[in-house]
């Protein structure tokens, strides 16, 4: 399943940055980074990720709460609605 991640960043985005560098994104096996998007402020993340185990964020979110803030949302491809929309 996918999952739309909205970071909002309390730090500034180089410590942000500088940690991602220093120790990468230090997910656990079976959470899959997809892509991300970075507003133009570089206040907030907006990062597609996969999983079929949601339980798996909080073991990934521990390791930035201190830097930011996390709302997870599960989410369907357009592709996928249409899909469930036929003969609707």
Same mark, same amino acid.
């Given at each position: #399943?996918?999952? #739309?991640?909205? !970071? ?13 560098? !220093? ?5 656990? !096996?079976?959470? @899959? ?18 999983? @079929? ?17 996390? !709302? ?7 592709? @996928?609605?249409? @899909? ?5």
């Amino acid at each position: #399943m996918l999952y #739309m991640v909205y !970071e909002h960043f309390k730090v500034g985005a180089p410590q942000i940055y500088r940690r991602l560098r !220093e120790k990468g994104r230090m997910m656990p !096996e079976g959470l @899959e980074y997809v892509s991300s998007w970075i507003d133009v402020d570089l206040t907030r993340c907006f990062q597609l990720m996969r999983t @079929e185990d949601a339980d798996l964020f909080p073991l990934w979110t521990d390791n930035w709460k201190d830097l930011m803030e996390f !709302e997870i949302v599960p989410v369907h491809t357009s592709a @996928e609605v249409r @899909e469930l929309m036929k003969g609707k």
